[in-house]
């Protein structure tokens, strides 16, 4: 078996990164127009990140070739839906009168079961990506596409300014702009292996 061919990777600027470029632009801009100084669960660029991550689920529902991987893909993206959604908290566990904060789970009498149901599904997931044998279909992705640098390193540089900002800096506006420029670096590298992987059918 061969390995991944590193020489496969391009450092030319895909038109899908400027995705990213105007998310981290237009949300900048967000905060200095409406002069914010913390974004609150439930608030407009909250609700915006969602619209990336549905974008990418339908795009990785209709894939023609290579469904179980992009199906996987589909799975992962559907845990991060349902986290940036605080696995419904922000819908059922809403405050009386304060749309920006929530009850934990733990608040209600069978909350606890949330962190099982969750973690159930988890479970049932990576079982799936074993039998379904999706890594193998991932290692061979790699062998015969093009590997788009810019948009892996600045997906993987938003997680971990995304990471600092939480742990660290504890700044929402930050933590918030790297989330949404995050998701939408998702959407382009399902665009992008899409195009690669479909270009000849």
Not at 14 to 41: G, H, M, P, Q, R
Not at 103 to 109: A, G, L, M, R, V
Request: proline fraction near 2%.
């Amino acid at each position: 078996m061969t390995g991944i061919n590193f020489k496969n990777i391009s450092f030319s600027l895909d038109k899908e990164n400027w995705f990213i470029v105007l998310a981290i632009v237009l949300s900048i801009a967000y905060v200095k127009i409406f002069n914010l100084n913390e974004i609150y669960e439930n608030t407009l660029l909250e609700n915006f990140q969602l619209i990336p991550l549905i974008a990418s689920f339908v795009l990785c529902t209709k894939a023609k070739k290579y469904k179980n991987f992009f199906k996987a893909i589909a799975i992962v993206v559907v845990f991060m839906f349902l986290r940036e959604l605080s696995y419904g908290r922000t819908i059922f566990c809403l405050m009386p009168g304060d749309p920006y904060n929530t009850y934990p789970w733990s608040h209600y009498k069978y909350g606890f079961l949330v962190n099982y149901i969750v973690g159930a599904a988890l479970g049932l997931s990576a079982l799936w990506f074993i039998i379904k044998k999706v890594y193998l279909e991932t290692f061979e992705i790699l062998k015969t596409t093009i590997l788009p640098f810019w948009t892996f390193f600045a997906s993987f540089g938003l997680v971990a300014i995304q990471l600092i900002s939480e742990k660290t800096l504890h700044s929402t506006i930050i933590e918030e702009i790297s989330e949404f420029g995050l998701y939408f670096g998702i959407l382009a590298l399902v665009l992008i292996y899409r195009k690669q992987l479909e270009k000849n059918l």
